[in-house]
């Protein structure tokens, strides 16, 4: 399987499964597979909250990050503020085969 990203400096990437995994490479695998689910989980709740988030619309990555930035701040405000906040109502993404987006663990690490 081919990564859709390729290892870089800001752009971690698991190994891939090509044999035997090392101890040290496997829990690095999981632990980032947990970590990929926790971050995913949170941007759902930024885009439930920010329902603009959905659909971004700008010319420029630089107004598109500074939005997503605002949001952050804002909804840790609003954490801070104890704004109520149903999670419960969060729309869980799914992907182009209709599976749950960051609710298991991918295939490429299993």
Not at 12 to 38: C, D, W
Not at 56 to 73: E, G, Q, R
Not at 95 to 110: A, H, R, S, V, Y
Request: proline residues 4%.
């Amino acid at each position: 399987m081919i990564s859709a990203y390729p290892i870089s400096e800001w752009m971690m990437i698991p190994y891939r499964q090509v044999g035997e995994l090392t101890a040290a490479k496997t829990h690095f695998n999981e632990t980032l597979s947990k970590s990929r689910v926790i971050i995913e989980n949170a941007f759902g709740l930024l885009k439930q909250r920010f329902r603009q988030l959905v659909r971004l619309d700008f010319h420029s990555v630089d107004t598109m990050a500074k939005f997503v930035i605002s949001c952050c701040v804002l909804h840790n405000l609003c954490i801070y503020a104890k704004d109520p906040f149903d999670e419960t109502l969060i729309e869980l993404e799914r992907d182009e085969f209709g599976d749950l987006i960051g609710q298991e663990e991918p295939d490429d690490l299993k």
